[in-house]
């Protein structure tokens, strides 16, 4: 394998994980965790499922590091 094709594999991984982390941290994660009319609700939301707003996280810096 060429360093050609090895480059273009790298980026198509990177450009793949670009999207799938942006599709959850920017519409599952806040569609499950935030209601517009109840911040109760919402920090009840959060506090109820830390692990998916920890993962939004994560997934949000991940996504940066790539895009930049």
Known sequence: MSLRNKRARVAGILY???IIGGIISLA???????VRESAAKTLENITNSELMFRLGIVSSII????YS
Request: aromatic share 14%.
């Open 63 to 66: 996504t940066f590091l790539i």
């Open 16 to 18: 793949l994980t670009l």
């Open 28 to 34: 599952y994660i806040p569609s499950q965790l935030i």
